[in-house]
């Protein structure tokens, strides 16, 4: 193998190949004698084909699929010679040739991954909190469930349909006199003002009475899922059957049985624990931030400048190509096809930070042969596929026979099983904390020691809006059926 180097600068390699001609022409031979062994041309009995007409025939093909086997086999051996882990798959630059009988040459460059000296973790220190929930933050939780399960008392004849109501009703949708897939319903119930609906359907609702018929004007949006109702004008003719209006739902034991529980203190005690396994998941994720922040600080390396162009450039089309855009600026972004010079840079040190996590989380895992099982990819495939009711098999069965979607659905499951493998080596410094007060953490804020038995201080607007919107966060209605 007759190859140089052309390139040695940090992490990038770069070699210049030759193939002598003898040894292309050999394989061409050979793979041409492979060939006439098996094809079949009218007029020649199989293995007595002419070398001519097998040339004829198939003879750029074999060159290429010769060729392109020398080069993968020389750069192969040279990266293995060199004991190189590359980065990613190698660029080759084929050169012309003058003359056929020349020798061939070709030209590789790759990118290396940087040598990691990963660090003692049992010296690293990471701040972590327990949130201890009191009985006051329980019966919120159970107050919303019950805001939640709305029930609704049905009215008189004579009573007149307003916001929040539930509207049962017949209808028939139209557009230029003919029906649409959809557009039919019988004994339908729509809230009005829930959005569930057309919005022109359900404020059209608004005054009506059980036994009023009614034709409603409605447009469809220009985004409607529909391609053929995108922006059609549409005649919905409604029949009023009931109508009913929201109840308010008394906590007891009545009611925590109709949402599958024995009694208002098992459902209580099982609110507890959700709440707990939710704030536990928060806690999680400032425990793997903080160790984010102490990785990249403990260690230093040169960074593959090819992954972070890249991440910068993943980053950058994200950002320019975003349906919804943050600010006035980021519209100008959007139109201009252009990053500002703070998002510029902005996206520059995202994608060195992402990069070098990533590569400390892969050479964890590559030194300690983590690696993720079938059962628990199964486990998470089932799990995301339950978010699509009555296509969960559909959905299992498009990412078996998606490789590069099961690669998607593995990645982020290698990387919690990594960071749990550190977390338990690193020393968690933990802390007991109020609900009011770990709010303020996670929203960005600072708080003092804080144990459970703390009372919460008076906050400003700002930071009162901040723990609401957290609380919405953590406060997902617990899914339970009736019995």
Known sequence: MNYKETINKGL????EVVIESKDLADGISQKTEEIRKTIKVDGFRPGKVPVSIVNQKHGESIKAEVLNKLINDNVFSIVDEKKFRPIAQP???????????????????????????????????????????????????????????????????????????????????????????????????????????????????????????KKIAVKFPENYQAEDLKGANAIFECVIKKIGSPKETKVDDEFAKSVGTENLDDLKSKVKDQMQKEYDDLTKNISKKNLFEALELEHKFELPEELIKTEFNNLKEGHLNAQNPASDDHKREIKDKK?????????????????????????????????????????????????????????????????????????????????????????????????????????????????????????????????????????????????
């Open 339 to 483: 990053l500002s010079d703070d998002n510029d840079k902005k996206f520059s040190s995202e994608a060195k930070k992402r990069i070098q996590l990533g590569l400390i989380l892969q050479e964890v895992g590559r030194l300690n042969k983590i690696q993720v099982t079938q059962d628990e990819m199964n486990k998470a495939l089932y799990e995301y596929a339950m978010n699509f009711r009555g296509q969960e098999q559909k959905v299992i069965e498009y990412y078996k026979n998606n490789q590069d979607a099961m690669t998607q659905l593995q990645a982020p499951i290698y990387e919690n099983k990594i960071l749990d493998f550190i977390l338990e080596k690193v020393k968690l410094e933990s802390k007991d904390i109020d609900v009011d007060s770990f709010i303020k953490i996670y929203n960005g804020g600072n708080v003092e020691k804080s144990t459970s038995d703390k009372k919460s201080t008076t906050k400003k607007k700002s930071d009162i809006k901040k723990k609401k919107t957290l609380k919405k966060k953590v406060a997902t209605k617990k899914k339970t059926e009736k019995k």
């Open 12 to 15: 990038k390699r770069g070699y």
């Open 91 to 213: 660029k080759v630059d084929l050169k012309e040739k003058k003359n056929e009988t020349d020798d061939t040459i070709f030209s590789f460059e790759l990118e290396l991954f940087p040598e990691i000296k990963l660090v003692d973790f049992q010296k690293i220190k990471i701040e972590s909190f327990k949130v201890n929930i009191k009985d006051k933050e329980v019966n919120q939780r159970v107050d919303l469930i019950a805001k939640n399960q709305k029930s609704y008392e049905d009215q008189s004849n004579s009573y007149k349909a307003k916001k929040d109501d539930s509207v049962r009703l017949d209808y028939e949708g139209t557009i230029d006199g003919k029906n649409f897939d959809g557009g039919k319903a019988e004994d339908q119930s729509i809230v009005i003002g829930s959005g569930q609906y057309l919005k022109d359907l359900e404020d059209g609702l608004v005054g009506l009475k059980a036994g009023d018929t």
